[in-house]
């Protein structure tokens, strides 16, 4: 009987795993990324105002950890390098960022549940990678090592923020939080 239990945990552990990582998404054979912001789920808010460390725990308690500033760029970007997530065109509403209003900017409507903005997604299928909320990522910004860098943009700032080329740096102080940032995880390959 103990050995038919083992077989069958054995057979089922690949489907296991892999509705594990059903909110994954496999960039280019090297990670797999979050497709939402974290809790990485359609239509919850994203967890902000948390500390780096918050978010690096929040992660590891899920068997991942926070992505680098290499691999954040990598997935926003997609394979065809855009200026912007989905395109080399700023298109004005497809993400929660500012918006244009006869000719002046505006802020978003506030942070908005994942995967609201559907057109806000790449050709990898990863959502909200611009606008919506800074993510923390792994990498140092500057020395010493005080500083993370954040990506992405959020709802609130110029839309100049909201490129997959601009970083910023916060600090990462035992108390330090933001509203305006969120995360999502990563996870290798032999993780």
């Known amino acids: 009987m103990n050995r038919f239990l083992i077989l069958c945990g054995l057979l089922a552990l690949p489907a296991l795993l892999l509705a594990e990582e059903e909110n994954m998404v496999l960039i280019e054979g090297a990670f797999y990324i979050d497709r939402y912001e974290y809790p990485n789920q359609r239509g919850l808010l994203p967890k902000v ?14 068997g991942k950890r926070l992505c680098t500033e290499q691999e954040w760029q990598k997935a926003c970007t ?3 390098n855009f200026k912007y997530s989905y395109g080399d065109q700023f298109e004005s509403g497809r993400c929660n960022t500012p918006i244009e209003v ?4 505006q802020r978003g409507p506030g942070l908005a549940p994942s995967g609201d903005y559907e057109r806000c997604t790449n050709s990898y299928g990863v959502h909200d990678m611009i606008g919506n909320a ?7 910004y500057s020395q010493p090592d ?13 839309v100049n923020f909201a ?3 601009t970083r910023y740096g916060y600090h990462m102080g035992p108390e330090y939080r933001l ?3 969120g ?3 990563c996870r290798s390959l032999t993780q």
Do not use: N
């Open 179 to 181: 509203d305006l940032v």
């Open 102 to 105: 006869d000719g002046a900017w």
């Open 146 to 158: 005080l500083w993370r860098v954040v990506r992405g943009g959020s709802y609130f700032q110029s």
């Open 78 to 80: 997609g394979p065809q």
């Open 134 to 140: 800074w993510e923390w990522t792994a990498s140092w």
């Open 163 to 165: 490129r997959p080329d």
């Open 49 to 62: 105002d948390v500390t780096w460390r918050q978010a690096e725990s929040l992660c590891a308690a899920e």
């Open 183 to 185: 995360f999502r995880c």
